[in-house]
T-cell receptor
Framework: EAGVAQSPRYKIIEKRQSVAFWCNPI?????LYWYQQILGQGPKLLIQ????????DSQLPKDRFSAERLKGVDSTLKIQPAKLEDSAVYLC???????????????FGPGTRLTVL | AQSVTQLGSHVSVSEGALVLLRCNYS??????LFWYVQYPNQGLQLLLK??????LVKGINGFEAEFKKSETSFHLTKPSAHMSDAAEYFC???????????FGKGTLLTVNP
C-alpha cells in the first residue's frame, strides 16, 4: 500500500513570495490533515478536511494561508505572501473517515521543508 | 482544551540502558494518547496508542507506555536501548469529536555506544 505522498520535499523562497505544497493521501482515506512543524516544536494542526469539506481550520492563518481539496482526494496548501516565520516542515497526514466514538490512525507523509529567506 | 508536556527536550542513554521518556497530558475529555517517532527528514511513525483499553500499551520496536490517570501521565519506556532508537519522539493527545491531535514539543533521544 502506497503511503502519503508530498511534493516538493524541499523549497527555498524569499519572503513575500508565494509557495504551494501538494499532498496525495492514502487511497480511500477520507480525512486529510495539514500540520506545521517549526524547528524544536511538535507539529501543529493547520487544517483538517473530511472529503472536500473543512472540519477544522481554527489555527490556519487565513490572511496568508489557504488550502483546498476540491475533489476530496489530493490537496494543496498555499502561502501567499510568505514570511520568515513560515520556515518549517509542512506535514500532510490522512486517515479513514473520522466518526464519533471511533479513532482512526493518522498516517504521515515525509513532509516539505520550507525555508524562507 | 488539551495539551501535552514532554519533560526533557533531550535524553541521552547508553546502548543497552533503559529508555524513559516522560509525557504528561491535560484533557477535558477522556483522552486518547499516542507516541510517535520521527527519524531525520522523515514523517511521523506511530509507536503505540492508548484508546481506553488496557492501561499498559505495547508498541513496535520493543517500546511500551503506561497510562496513569491519577498522574495524568503516559511515559514511554524500553528496557534496552539500541542505536537505531536514536530519533525524536513526540507524545500526543487526542480528544473530542474531531480527534484532533495535539503534540508535545518532542524529546530527542541519543544513544551512545
Amino acid at each position: 500500500e502506497a503511503g502519503v505522498a508530498q511534493s516538493p520535499r524541499y523549497k527555498i523562497i524569499e519572503k513575500r513570495q508565494s509557495v504551494a505544497f501538494w499532498c496525495n493521501p492514502i487511497s480511500g482515506h477520507a480525512t486529510l490533515y495539514w500540520y506545521q512543524q517549526i524547528l524544536g516544536q511538535g507539529p501543529k494542526l493547520l487544517i483538517q478536511f473530511q472529503n472536500n469539506g473543512v472540519v477544522d481550520d481554527s489555527q490556519l492563518p487565513k490572511d496568508r494561508f489557504s488550502a483546498e481539496r476540491l475533489k476530496g482526494v489530493d490537496s494543496t496548501l498555499k502561502i501567499q505572501p510568505a514570511k520568515l516565520e513560515d520556515s518549517a516542515v509542512y506535514l500532510c497526514a490522512s486517515s479513514l473517515k473520522t466518526r464519533q466514538g471511533f479513532y482512526n490512525e493518522q498516517f504521515f507523509g515525509p513532509g516539505t521543508r520550507l525555508t524562507v529567506l | 482544551a488539551q495539551s501535552v508536556t514532554q519533560l526533557g527536550s533531550h535524553v541521552s542513554v547508553s546502548e543497552g540502558a533503559l529508555v524513559l521518556l516522560r509525557c504528561n497530558y491535560s484533557s477535558s475529555v477522556p483522552p486518547y494518547l499516542f507516541w510517535y517517532v520521527q527519524y531525520p527528514n522523515q514523517g511521523l511513525q506511530l509507536l503505540l496508542k492508548y484508546t481506553s483499553a488496557a492501561t499498559l500499551v505495547k508498541g513496535i520496536n520493543g517500546f511500551e507506555a503506561e497510562f496513569k490517570k491519577s498522574e495524568t501521565s503516559f511515559h514511554l519506556t524500553k528496557p534496552s536501548a539500541h542505536m537505531s532508537d536514536a530519533a525524536e519522539y513526540f507524545c500526543a493527545v487526542s480528544g473530542g469529536s474531531n480527534y484532533k491531535l495535539t503534540f508535545g514539543k518532542g524529546t530527542l533521544l541519543t544513544v551512545n555506544p
